[in-house]
């Protein structure tokens, strides 16, 4: 066995000796081994060759290693539990396609330890690992906003027409991510987290007016309104701005729970 398959083999028997240093019992090796064991048979077989691409994926690797067992080693003695491999295994193996982003590791880093704590794993859903998989790092980071309790403004960008039809020109506008302005990418991130189930949009509900009043000074709007100017639309008329609310849904709450903590 090389060097490096060993060191994928022995970071979690050590990370959890580490959480676990002045207990002794044999149910808390036994968790160390279980775990270590079946991040051999998820990560033994990479290989770890000196082209670009696997060296990149190997630091990856290795950084996921280090948050892993950070997690572990905040797990409080008495609250360590036995690994269930319904979750493990499918986190792990879900995690293979997605470590080279940070965002998206540090979900299953929290998914893994969440099913090892007492305190969290009845909330941990063995579909989780799936819905990370289907994530990007911008939802990611977009799934963290709702973290924070409450509704959040979103509107549709509606555009009328001179025989009194209408089209919804742009969707799921979503400005509380402030770092991220491509407003197409937040809308098509917002569209797959309401695909899988994580938020809901309610457009029977409004927040505080003044809230929405930024969506009328975005790039996309300002666009809209020039086209409209410009008979670019053809016999387009006005906008209007569609409000609605976004939270998260049962389900989201408790992917929060599991993954975000």
Request: hydrophobic share 35%.
């Amino acid at each position: 066995m090389s060097e490096n398959k060993k060191s994928l083999i022995d970071i979690i028997p050590d990370s959890i000796d580490n959480a676990a240093k002045n207990l002794t019992n044999k149910s808390t090796k036994n968790i160390g081994t279980t775990l270590a064991d079946i991040w051999y048979l998820v990560f033994g077989g990479i290989s770890q060759a000196a082209d670009k691409r696997k060296l990149k994926y190997s630091y990856a690797l290795k950084e996921f290693e280090k948050e892993l067992k950070k997690e572990l080693e905040q797990i409080p003695n008495d609250k360590l539990c036995e690994p269930d491999i319904q979750i493990i295994a499918p986190a792990l193996e879900s995690s293979k396609y997605c470590i080279l982003h940070k965002e998206l590791r540090m979900l299953f880093s929290k998914l893994i330890t969440s099913s090892l704590n007492s305190d969290y794993c009845k909330y941990v859903h063995p579909s989780f690992s799936d819905i990370i998989k289907q994530m990007n790092p911008l939802d990611a980071r977009n799934i963290l906003i709702f973290s924070k309790k409450g509704y959040h403004p979103i509107c549709h960008y509606r555009v009328h027409f001179k025989d009194k039809s209408f089209d919804d020109y742009y969707k799921n506008i979503f400005l509380s991510n402030k770092d991220e302005t491509d407003l197409i990418l937040q809308s098509i991130s917002i569209s797959s987290l309401e695909r899988l189930g994580l938020v809901k949009i309610r457009f029977d509900e409004e927040v505080s007016s003044y809230k929405y009043e930024p969506f009328e000074f975005t790039n996309l709007y300002q666009q809209l309104q020039n086209d409209i100017k410009n008979k670019i639309i053809p016999k387009a008329t006005y906008i209007e701005i569609i409000k609605a609310t976004i939270e998260l849904t049962p389900y989201g709450e408790i992917f929060i729970k599991s993954c975000v903590q």
